[in-house]
């Protein structure tokens, strides 16, 4: 062996167990714990060892691109689908589903969702580290991400409190905080209330059918029984609907707009017109599917003007159909409408009593002349069959067309002192009416001296007034019914006051059928025409349609319009025979009463006012519903603004989540993520460092210290 060969401590070792002296193996013994103890410093030298190459992580970015995304898709399914965009009827509260597993599923996901996209930020975390840009600065940085005090509001204020901020720390604050704020504000945006829920049941209801609608003696013209709408009318009652009372609507009316629909039981409008109406049998339930009833609509407005009458500025075109001076005048127009011109001194007037006999002194201290104009369908009188819907009949119109009826209600009103001895200018009363209608004339003008006086060109009457059979000698066609005693002050009264004409047109439209109710929002669509059965072997009269029982009852009726108008009625007076009111018929109520007319027919003709029409029966193309629990919008802060907010909220957790687990999710890295034995091998690699600082070795926290905020946080292979 040659002097430069090196010496193995393991050869030496052997050499000196074959010497058999306690001399040779004494003077070995140093030699081999000198060769070992280089050998072990050899080995463990900082550097000498290969560090582990970066790897993939897959789980963590997948965790944090999918989670906030899922969670914000199903808070805008519930926000934007299921309580936004579709419509339902907030009065009724009938869905198709329970929202209790919604509502509780919700927050279940939201909680575990927290955790699991906290689960998938670390790891990104770990990537983002590594970068120049978003890497820490300082060991102190690096501990702050080691504690995880970006993702809880004990870390946050942590953070404030030691004024320790840097770009990841904030950057992984924002998206911690979005869903921390999020979430329990999305309890204020939805909650569940009490409904309905559908069912496959078919439910109990109560109204007419194809098959008895026609089972009825109560139709106009009936001597034997009374019409109930007709009786409910004259004493102003308003029309009741059974059941839960659900009044179905065209599905393009906005039902919110209309306050008869706002809650249960729904109104027939007395106010205001909807142009598309179906009745159809009311259950106690809301209910869906296929049911006959009656579509119908009555648009009824007040006139400003006059041209805006179609029937009655025809008059001064018309002749005289029929005469019964001085109650009242028929017209034929010539577009082939009616018109009626009534005064109310000769028509009947409620009865007053003196000492048990009718006193023939009956006089209100208001009088009227009026007009009716009708149109539409003409009706054979002898065939009565045409009054009725027998297949033949016209169809439903949304808009007004020849198959409409148009009604048309125009009144002069008077105040005079009856028989001139009851001082009736001395007393209250409210003269104002209005809106009037502009350019109608009227029959009774004032003078330049502040008298009153016929006008006689109003009428100019084409026709004969003085029938063969008529026992009336009054022939003047400029006052037919007689105005000049009232004007002169004769002993029936004397005129105090004219009022402007006031006036009401209303265009009606019906159609019996089936129809799709969707209870959800209580619309109705795919309307197909369908005639009842005629029962006309059983002997009954039949219903009429819509829109002429109710042109009958105002036929011939003013006095009965304070009632039904919701209008103080007559007041008592000093005297019997005097009949007082205070005020005249405004247009407000003129209109509210005609509308409860219309409204009282309709009623009547599927359910009937009476109460001897009540028995259930079972309609098999209905499904029904059950009480529970449904998803609505949540009552303490209306309005949907905070529902977006919190929607905006989501979508930026989703997306900057989302961007941060593409963009350095899937990149190599050491670790995992940023855990205690990553932060060991730190803490190995700067012990030589740190064991000899007192203020390191004293235990001082980390955020007080100058000695760890001046050491670098490149931890994972950081390079800056």
């Not at 009956?362 to 009188?381: H, K, V």
């Not at 019997?576 to 009282?600: K, M, V």
């Not at 941060?660 to 670790?671: K, N």
Request: charged share 20%.
């Amino acid at each position: 062996m040659s002097s430069s060969e090196e010496p193995n401590p393991v050869k030496n070792r052997l050499l000196h167990l074959q010497d058999s002296s306690d001399d040779a193996i004494i003077a070995a013994k140093p030699q081999q714990a000198a060769a070992g103890e280089q050998e072990w410093e050899k080995r463990d030298a900082p550097g000498t060892v290969p560090e582990q190459p970066p790897r993939l992580y897959w789980l963590r970015p997948l965790v944090l691109i999918s989670i906030p995304s899922i969670i914000t898709v199903y808070y805008a399914i519930i926000w934007v689908h299921l309580l936004q965009n579709t419509t339902h009827d907030d009065a009724v509260n009938y869905r198709a589903f329970s929202g209790s597993l919604i509502f509780y599923s919700w927050f279940l996901i939201g909680v575990f969702g927290l955790s699991w996209a906290k689960y998938g930020l670390v790891g990104v975390e770990a990537s983002m580290l590594r970068s120049p840009f978003w890497g820490a600065p300082n060991l102190v940085a690096l501990l702050m991400h080691s504690n995880g005090t970006w993702s809880s509001p004990s870390g946050w204020f942590k953070a404030i409190a030691h004024r320790e901020f840097h770009r990841l720390w904030c950057l992984l604050t924002l998206i911690s905080f979005l869903p921390f704020i999020a979430l329990p504000l999305s309890g204020l945006v939805f909650e569940i209330s009490d409904g309905y829920i559908k069912t496959s049941d078919a439910p109990s209801v109560i109204g007419r059918n194809r098959t008895i609608f026609n089972e009825r003696y109560d139709a106009i013209g009936n001597t034997r029984f009374k019409n109930p709408a007709q009786e409910a009318w004259l004493t102003g009652a308003s029309p009741v609907i059974p059941g839960l009372a659900i009044i179905y609507s065209g599905a393009s009316i906005e039902r919110s707009e209309h306050s008869v629909f706002e809650s249960l039981p729904n109104n027939l409008p007395l106010t205001e017109s909807i142009p598309d109406l179906f009745l159809a049998p009311q259950s106690d339930k809301p209910v869906s599917g296929q049911a006959w009833g009656l579509r119908f609509k009555y648009n009824c407005s007040i006139v400003r003007f006059a041209s805006q009458f179609t029937v009655l500025s025809q008059r001064a075109a018309s002749t005289v159909s029929n005469v019964d001076v001085p109650v009242s005048i028929g017209l034929q127009t010539p577009s082939g409408g009616t018109i009626a011109l009534r005064y109310t001194e000769n028509l009947p007037t409620t009865p007053i009593f003196v000492n048990g006999v009718e006193s023939e002194k009956n006089l209100p201290n208001i009088q009227a002349y009026f007009e009716i104009g009708t149109s539409g369908p003409r009706a054979d009188p002898f065939l009565i069959g045409s009054y009725k819907y027998n297949g033949s009949h016209p169809s439903f119109e949304a808009d007004e067309g020849n198959d409409s009826l148009v009604f048309e209600y125009a009144v002069w009103q008077y105040r005079h002192d009856p028989f001139n001895t009851y001082n009736e200018a001395s007393r209250p009363f409210n003269s104002t009416v209005g809106p009037s209608v502009e350019g109608m004339g009227s029959p009774i003008v004032r003078a330049d001296n502040g008298t009153y006086v016929l006008n006689s060109t109003f009428f100019a009457l084409k026709g004969d007034l003085l029938t063969s059979d008529s026992t009336n000698t009054t022939t003047d066609a400029k006052d037919p019914f007689g105005f000049a005693p009232m004007l002169r002050g004769s002993s029936t009264g004397k005129l105090l006051y004219a009022a402007p004409p006031v006036g009401v047109r209303c265009v009606t439209s019906s159609d019996v059928g089936t129809a799709e109710l969707n209870g959800i929002t209580s619309t109705f669509d795919n309307f197909q025409r369908s005639s009842p059965d005629a029962n006309i072997t059983l002997g009954f009269s039949g219903a009429l349609r819509f829109g002429l029982t109710a042109k009958a009852i105002l036929a011939e009726r003013f006095y009965e319009h304070y009632l039904s108008g919701d209008l103080p009625g007559l007041r008592p007076s000093t005297n019997e025979d005097y009949q007082r009111y205070e005020s005249f018929i405004d247009t407000g109520p003129l209109l509210r009463s005609i509308n409860l007319a219309h409204a009282l027919d309709a009623s009547n003709l599927m359910y009937d006012i009476s109460s001897a029409f009540r028995a259930e029966w079972t309609d098999t193309g209905l499904t029904s519903s059950r009480v529970g629990k449904i998803l609505s919008v949540a009552s303490l802060i209306p309005g949907y603004e905070v529902g977006n907010f919190v929607l905006a909220l989501f979508c930026l957790w989703a997306v900057l989540s989302a961007g941060l687990g593409l963009w350095y999710g899937f990149r190599r890295r050491p670790a995992d993520r940023l855990d205690g034995y990553t932060m060991l091998r730190k803490g190995a690699d700067m012990a030589g460092e740190l064991k000899e600082n007192d203020e390191f070795m004293s235990g001082k926290p980390y955020h007080d210290g100058k000695t760890l905020a001046e050491l670098p946080g490149n931890v994972l292979g950081a390079k800056y």
